[in-house]
RNA sequence: GCCCCUGUAGCUCAGAUGGAUAGAGCAGCGGUUUCCUAAACCGUUGGCCGCGUGUUCGAGUCACGCCAGGGGCACCA
């Protein structure tokens, strides 16, 4: 454990193999709210943990550049356009109502000034999308969260794949044609009912797009993959599997996986804060960051299973005190940290050399060192069953135990022997509950 | 109607590959402070694990059926 130091805890079943963790992804369509924000929490521990047992990860964020929702988003925009230059505002059938829209419209105005009224749709749509990924960057970031790779659903159109993947569909002999459309037969992969995939007016139904995307992940060598999303993006999963089963390459049945999660509610003053994309009320993953800090936007998102929906109190959130859980674990981290303070101990040179540890017979201290030993148990299964919030909930359990132990027994006062055993005791959960709590993206102060 | 998720202590939730008296936090009650951070700790009250049947030596965990709540069911994404 010692010795292992910042490596403590890590596994190589994934040996060195690629894996795919997918997640965010959200469309250019607005800034981030907060269900991107337990996706982009979740996404980025699950590739933490993965890599921590031997995967070699790529995390990945896909934008939908190309679909009606960014036609929308760009008459949208032209429509506060017009507002800007005549006054009359009508936004469109589906269109975009938020005060970020207004905004955009006022920077492409300043910018495009040869085209104050959005006429060249096409560059407004491509300011529009410009700008919005930014701001999407900004709250990434705000997060804490990096991506390796960006893959755009207009590079498939662009590059071919699309068009590929449906003479491939096609060749593979699970479509037909009926109302003038090109329909997929899921039914023959377990889905209710078969689904159009190119249709009459001749554009591609989305999950197209999605399939062709998931072949270029397979053929870049990602044998293995997960996508984060929503639930309420669940019957996609049936559609896509489907789509990459009637093309014949091979892939197995179950690729790519997915990992959804429930909805996720915020309390700000005992109500509910209510979230319409459509009104304009939104609550953004930057709001949230701004108002209670990175560490404990990453912990509440993470301390839930994705499978239950997620109450975020932003009043516990910020509260520093004992019934704030994150706080609580720091707090058990930098009290460590305090031991080799005061003792003026670098807790770097700690090396186990030569102590008894069959001095540690306190019950505190027994509990303690069996819960570190768990520590790299608890990630392999947290990794495997892709579940940040085992790590989270065995991090608690430490951290409960740390302050236990800590309120019982003295290490710097103790005796000859027994100190040097302490030390390495308080040493060894220093660097578990550092380990976990940066495999959560979430920082282990040394002093509070 | 079909699909997915959930149902465990008063409340919010954990419970890996089935395994011994089912755990935590909060709330409640009772304590602890000349002490490496009281932003803390200790003790304690409180559970037909939604209901039923089945598989098993053994089920909170697996299967099936109910009941209740949430979400999804487009030639939208």
Redesign the pocket.
Known sequence: MITAGERYGRHDSGQGRPFNVEFVSA?PTGPLHVGHGRQAALGDAIASLLEWTGWQVTREFYY?DA???IQNLALSVRARLVERATGRLEIPEGGYHGEYIREIAAAYAAACPDDAEGADLERVRAFAVQALREEQDRDLKALGVRFDVYSL?SSLYAGGNVEETVAMLRRGGHTFE????TWLRTTDYGD??D??MR???G?????VPDVAYHVTKWRRGFHHAINVQG??????V?RVRAGLQALGLGIPEGYPEYQ?H??VTVMRGGDEVRISKRAGSYVTVRDLVDDVGRDAVRFFFL???A?????FDVDLART??????V??IQ?AH??L???F???EIDAGTITGDGVDFARLGEESERLLVAALLDFP?TV??AA??R?P??LV?YL??T??LT???????????APDGLREARLVLARAAQIVLRNGLTILGISA?E??
Request: aromatic fraction near 8%.
């Open positions: 469309n939908n679909g009606v929702q659903e009926e109302g003038g459309a209710d009912k689904r159009v249709k009459s007016d554009t591609y139904t989305y999950f639930a309420d993006h669940h019957s996609t049936v959804l429930q909805m301390m839930r299973k499978d239950t929906p997620l109450t520093q005190s004992e019934e704030n859980p706080y609580y707090m930098a009290r940290c305090g031991i303070r005061v003792g148990r392999a299964s495997e069953a579940e919030q085992r909930a608690h359990d951290a409960r302050h236990n132990w800590y309120h019982r027994e003295r290490v710097l006062e102060p002093r509070m």
